[in-house]
Structure formats: C-alpha cells, structure tokens
C-alpha cells in the first residue's frame, strides 16, 4: 500500500510540476499568446461565415481556393509594420478558406448534422489539449519532431499525386487519412512550440503565428470530419443491406 501511495503521490507532483512550467513563458510571450490564439478565433469565425456564404449562395470550389492561397501569400508578403492590412488579409484567407471547405461541410449537414458538430468539438478539443501539452513541456522538447513531421507530410504528397495519376483504392486513401491527420496533430505541437520559442528571441508576429495555427486547425478539423462521414455513409450501406 505504501508504494502505491507513493507512485501516485510521485505522479501528482510530477503533474503539477508539468503545469508549473507556465512560469517559464514570460508575460511579454503570454501577451503574445493572448493576440495569437484571439486572432486564431476570429479567423474561425470568418471561416464560418464563409461556410455560410457557401450554403447560401454556393461559392465554394476551386476559384476561392486560389483567392486563399493568394491571401495567404500576399500576407506572408506584407511587411510586419501594416498590422491592419495583415489582420484583414488573415480573415479573408479564413474566409475564402470556409467557402472552399463548405461543399463539404454541406455534404455533413445533409447526412447528418450532429456530425458536423461532433467533428468541431473534436477538433477543438484535440487542438486546446496538443496546445495546452506543448506548452507545459520543456522549451524545444517538441521541436525535433519538425524534421520527421516533414518528411511524413512530403510522403503524403507524393502518395496523394502518385494516386491522382495511377488511381488509389479504399485503403490508400484511409492511410492517407489517419496519416495525415496524425502528421497535423502533431504540427499542432510543434507549431505552438515553435511559436514560443520564436516569442522569447523576439518575433511577435501574432497575425502570422495565427495563421499557421489555423491552417493547423482547418487541416485536422477536415480529416476528422471526412473520417466521421466516411463511417456513417458505411454504417447506413450496412443497414440497407441488412434490409434487403
């Protein structure tokens, strides 16, 4: 008994150890932190607004996918000192973002919309826990995982084209699913980390620190959701046949 009270009496303060690491992020990088994750939310809700944009009037497809990865690019062009033009640019990605993404988001609401919402909770719960993890860790502990993350993403590039143009079955793109997702929840981590650590040595740049965070969010948030409809589209097959 007195060992177990001791194992566990070790596990509680090597926990409460771990969430008093916040003491190593400085008030300066807190501050930056607060417009980051601030900016991030707001790039959420104009990314909904563009999802609804779509839903009314059916904008989304390949012409709002250029204007987002224009917008991205004319940000990460803007000098740092045009705050206001570089904040806009960060919601018009996000909007432009939410309309490419709405045909489907339309395609979950039609089957069933309590997935929507169940893949949104999971995302961002999932993005504040991975948050919350590489915050508390040590500063760089997270950071070597940049380079295998890197080499996992251009894998799935390559896999993704090289399906594009020989075809791929149902379990290639089931891999290219749970890999994908596992390779940004990871980024997630490093990202954060990495966005604190660039704080301390004094980048502040909240508005593009923000920005790799959403693409974080939108790259995980859509797997989840294409996962989560892929099971009930197979689930609803499987009754029908039971049926016939």
């Known amino acids: 008994m007195d060992a177990f009270a001791s194992f566990f009496e070790a596990r509680s303060e090597s ?12 008030p300066a990088v807190q501050s930056h932190l607060k417009l ?5 939310c707001c790039a959420l809700v104009a990314s909904a607004a563009g999802v609804y944009l779509h839903l009314l009037w059916n904008i989304g497809g390949f012409l709002t996918g250029l204007a987002t990865i ?8 803007s000098p740092c000192y045009e705050e206001k033009k570089r904040v806009g640019l960060l919601m018009a990605a996000a909007l432009f973002e939410g309309a490419s993404i709405g045909p489907l988001i339309d ?14 909770v999971g995302t961002g719960l999932a ?16 950071l070597y995982l940049g380079g ?6 251009s894998m799935l590039l390559w896999l993704q084209f090289a399906s594009s143009i020989f075809g791929g079955s149902t379990a290639i793109f089931k891999f290219e699913l749970y890999f994908g997702l596992l390779i940004f929840v990871g980024y997630i981590v490093v990202d954060t980390q990495d966005i604190i650590e660039k704080a ?8 593009k620190h923000a920005l790799t965070l959403f693409v974080d969010f939108v790259a995980v948030f859509v ?7 892929k099971n009930a589209i197979e689930k609803e097959e499987k009754k029908k046949k039971r049926r016939d």
């Open 70 to 77: 224009g917008s991205i690019a004319w940000l990460l062009a």
């Open 36 to 40: 980051v994750y601030l900016s991030l």
């Open 127 to 142: 993005f504040a826990c991975f948050s919350v993890a590489a915050m508390v860790a040590r500063r760089r502990e997270y």
């Open 200 to 207: 301390h040595y004094g980048d502040r740049d909240y508005v």
């Open 223 to 229: 797997r989840i959701l294409v996962i989560m409809l």
């Open 15 to 26: 926990r409460w150890d771990s969430f008093k690491n916040f003491h190593q992020i400085s």
């Open 148 to 153: 295998l993350l890197s080499s996992g993403l």
């Open 107 to 120: 395609l979950a609401i039609q089957i069933d919309a309590s997935i929507l919402v169940s893949a949104f």
